[in-house]
């Protein structure tokens, strides 16, 4: 089964007062720790969404290596992103959704994630 994952980054971050994704969380970025996460876990696809300061985001997504899927309504909020994701994903089977500020999920929550999927269903957790 063939599974991608999708980090959303597209968001204004207007609580955070700094870039999310560019943040810094023990030395690497927030996009970092979700890129490491998803690439541990032995998910080839890997997306992100730009929107906000897509140039800067984007610029650190190539450094890692990331699909980069800009999202130009990002202000209608994350359903826009995730709508655009979905469209600009090569064909998968599934994917994992993941916001840019939730960074510190473990490997083994996404194989067990995986392992649930069936090709059919909506897994959560």
């Not at 994952?5 to 207007?14: E, K, R, T, V, Y």
């Not at 990331?66 to 209608?76: E, Q």
């Not at 909020?77 to 993941?98: E, H, K, N």
């Amino acid at each position: 089964m063939k599974l991608a994952a999708i980090i959303l980054a597209a968001g204004f971050s207007s609580r955070m007062g700094d870039l999310k994704p560019l943040m810094d969380l023990g030395g690497q970025s927030l996009l970092g720790h979700c890129a490491a996460l998803f690439r541990q876990a032995n998910v080839e696809t890997i997306a992100v969404v730009t929107g906000h300061r897509h140039l800067e985001v984007e610029a650190l997504a190539r450094r890692l290596n990331l699909l980069c899927i800009h999202n130009p309504d990002h202000a209608r909020g994350m359903y826009s992103s995730i709508r655009v994701a979905v469209q600009g994903l090569p064909t998968v089977d599934g994917f994992f959704l993941l916001p840019v500020d939730v960074p510190l999920c473990r490997p083994e929550a996404v194989a067990a994630l995986a392992a649930a999927f069936n090709g059919r269903n909506v897994v959560m957790r």
